[in-house]
Nanobody, 114 residues
Framework: QVQLVESGGGLVQAGGSLRLSCVAS????????MGWYRQAPGKQRELVAVITRGGSANEVDSVKGRFTSSRDNAKNTVYLQMNSLKPEDTAVYYCNAVPQFNYWGQGTQVTVSS
């Protein structure tokens, strides 16, 4: 049974913060690096952050310094702390393995107003 359950999205003003959570099935979580992906309307899904099995994190330049990923192995959970949010961060955010598994959860909507 594959489970990828994202939560924590919402509507915030520019400059605000959100903390996203993703609970993943144990096999995916323990065997692969995990990533945060996002998809804005009319655009392709893009990988924005990665955290390895050992907890090393990296982010793409557009979010570096604002987004930080982390993980709690005991809870099979990865997090994305999002600070200084911008309207261009508006998207549906998903978690998945890196490389991606052929299954996607529902995602969680992040909307940043001007």
């Amino acid at each position: 049974q594959v489970q990828l359950v994202e939560s924590g999205g919402g509507l915030v003003q520019a400059g605000g913060s959100l903390r996203l959570s993703c609970v993943a099935s144990g096999s995916i979580f323990s065997l692969y690096a995990m990533g945060w992906y996002r998809q804005a309307p009319g655009k392709q899904r893009e990988l924005v952050a990665v955290i390895t099995r050992g907890g090393s994190a990296n982010e793409v330049d557009s979010v570096k310094g604002r987004f930080t990923s982390s993980r709690d192995n005991a809870k099979n959970t990865v997090y994305l702390q999002m600070n200084s949010l911008k309207p261009e961060d508006t998207a549906v955010y998903y978690c998945n393995a890196v490389p991606q598994f052929n299954y996607w959860g529902q995602g969680t909507q992040v909307t940043v107003s001007s």
